[in-house]
């Protein structure tokens, strides 16, 4: 059930930024979730602690990471702006090293790059939220960031409360649910924008 809201929401997205004009770093960005995020979840089946499922997640979320630097990038920081995100992300990394305790080699790799996702995501959110005060589509960048930043802001929460049932929980619902949140409502606005622009 999840998967299949997931992707009907990547595809809304990559439908809406195909079918209405908007910048070609945005489109960049959605069409790499459809794609990371539909190859992550073909996987799943294999188990979530499976080798297997395992490099397809690290592949298809490095996609999507390397294409919000690029979203980001193309909103053109300012240097205190960019340096706030480093600052952010660092504070994101730093606190969810201390929530991580790895036990096996392969754990060290798979919270290594949990702290990269995160600090990536803590990066972009405060870079991007920044640099959609000055850009054209305010709603649409904005509405990235926060989600960006609510992802960032959720992986340390979890890497802090990893053994809590209830965190357990909540990872199964709410990481989707800010995705699915901000997909639908880019897709809205570029639908809006060009009802505006018409």
Known sequence: MRAGILILAYAWAVACSLVHPCQKSLRVYLAAMLLGGVGIECFAGYGKDSATFA??????????????????????PRGWQAALGVAV?????WRTRAGLHPV?????????????????????????????????????????GFCWLALAWFRLAMALNMYSPLWVKLNEVLPTTFVVGALFWVGINLRQQRAVEA
């Open 89 to 93: 992300a660092a504070f994101v990394i």
């Open 104 to 144: 096996t080699a392969w754990d060290r790799y798979s919270t290594a790059f949990y702290q990269i996702e995160g600090g990536t995501e803590a990066f972009c959110g405060t870079a991007l939220l920044f640099a959609a005060a000055r850009a054209t589509r305010l709603s649409i960048l904005a509405t990235l």
């Open 55 to 76: 490099v397809a997640y690290y592949i298809g979320t490095s996609i999507i990471l390397l294409a919000m630097l690029g979203l980001v990038a193309n909103a053109s």
